[in-house]
């Protein structure tokens, strides 16, 4: 998968994002637009020790490493008094990593590890390009931003939470190529019923958990065709919640995603960006719990734009219960016209092309002229 390894004529990037699924997944969707060009990048993609980071890396066939690049503790403060020390042994790391792949150009797409890459990148001064992938921009975007070569946005409006001249261009999420993955378990799901997908992100969401179950376990007989990603912490009590039937896929995550999005009627989720941009693209109509903790209520501002464009009805988690969100599901799924008006909305939110807008300013960055799909 790491073509261009050998190809001399091959830009050299490195790209770094990780901790969450909402970083490391645009940095893998990059990644492998730039060796799908003519001219195959070779990559090396960094992640944290964190997170989902191990797996999803080692299952990309991509070369990578893994640094342990520190938190800044929003709640108990006194923790970050050691916050200097470990970011700089943090960025001596880092520093050995790009004094030794000596890539062409560096890409962070966001969370905590694209801090000491993006240090290090100013300080060898290789080119510094940064993905965000929210309307309210992580912290690592808005410190970095200000020695960045690009920062590329989803959406209009992010530069004005960023330092004075930063180099902005809009360009959307970079999200997989809508190809058509046909998935085994689809056969288990039945075709005189509705289909409703339910996940958290890559770590899962113990309260969409929950409210599945307070609404379905006793009563199976009524549940639609469900897809379920549960999370790897929630898997097993979800399992053995209930003698589920076979209409009902539980997984700890779904991977493609491009195997679940084409089979759904309706999502119940959080409100992560690359979720949005999937959804948008897919044209699924969505109930959004937006994670509560997020940074700054991130996921909160990105599901209300979601729901004022017609697209998603936003509950707030407190107000989550599984009487409403049951009422929500039901209603959505038994109203069809509905469901096409938030399809067509979805529609148009859409930056299907956003991977391959971005893949052509990595490459500017690193001095080739971008070559296009194959």
């Keep these: 998968m790491d073509a261009g390894e050998h190809d001399k004529t091959a830009a050299r990037v490195l790209i770094a994002g990780g901790g969450t699924g909402g970083h490391l997944v645009p940095a893998l969707n990059l990644a492998r637009e730039l060796v799908r060009r003519q001219h195959p990048a070779t990559i090396m993609l960094i992640g944290s020790q964190r997170g989902p980071d191990r797996e999803l890396l080692s299952a990309s066939g991509f070369r990578y490493q893994l640094i342990d690049a520190p938190i800044v503790d929003r709640h108990r403060r006194l923790k970050n008094a050691t916050l200097p020390w470990r970011l700089g042994r943090a960025v001596s790391a880092a520093r050995t990593v790009v004094n030794g792949f000596r890539p062409d150009v560096v890409v962070g797409t966001g969370g905590y590890v694209s801090v000491p890459i993006g240090v290090a ?224 909305a979805a529609r148009t939110l859409a930056q299907p092309d956003a991977a391959q807008v971005i893949a052509d300013q990595i490459l500017e960055l690193a001095g080739q002229t971008p070559a296009g799909d194959p």
């Excluded at 940064?130 to 690009?150: M, S, V």
């Excluded at 190529?177 to 113990?206: I, K, M």
């Excluded at 009563?219 to 097993?236: C, F, K, M, R, S």
């Excluded at 996921?299 to 017609?310: I, S």
Aim: proline share 7%; net charge negative.
């Design 121 to 344: 990148a100013r300080m060898a001064h290789r080119p510094l390009l940064l993905q965000e992938q929210n309307r309210q921009p992580g912290l690592a975007t808005r410190f970095l931003a200000r020695w960045a070569d690009r920062v590329c946005v989803a959406y209009s409006g992010v530069d004005e939470a960023l330092p004075e001249g930063s180099r902005v261009a809009i360009t959307g999420n970079p999200i997989a190529p809508q190809e058509s993955v046909e998935a085994e378990f689809a056969r288990r799901l039945e075709t005189d019923r509705p289909t409703l997908g339910v996940f958290g992100g890559s770590q899962g969401a113990q309260a969409l958990n929950t409210a599945i179950i307070e609404l379905f376990a006793d009563q199976t007989d009524a549940v639609p065709n469900l897809i379920w990603q549960t999370g790897e912490h929630h898997y097993d009590h979800v399992l053995a919640a209930s003698r589920w039937p076979k209409r009902v896929v539980i997984e700890p995550f779904f991977s493609p995603m491009a195997a679940v999005y084409p089979l759904l009627d309706v999502a119940l989720c959080r409100a992560g960006a690359m979720t949005l941009a999937e959804l948008a693209a897919w044209g699924v109509p969505a109930i959004l719990v937006p994670y509560p903790h997020a940074t700054a209520d991130h996921q909160m501002v990105n599901a209300r734009a979601v729901e004022t464009a017609g697209a998603a009805i936003t509950i707030p988690e407190p107000e989550a219960t599984s009487r409403r969100l049951g009422n929500l599901i039901t209603g959505l799924l038994d109203d069809r016209s509905r469901r096409e008006r938030m399809v067509a």
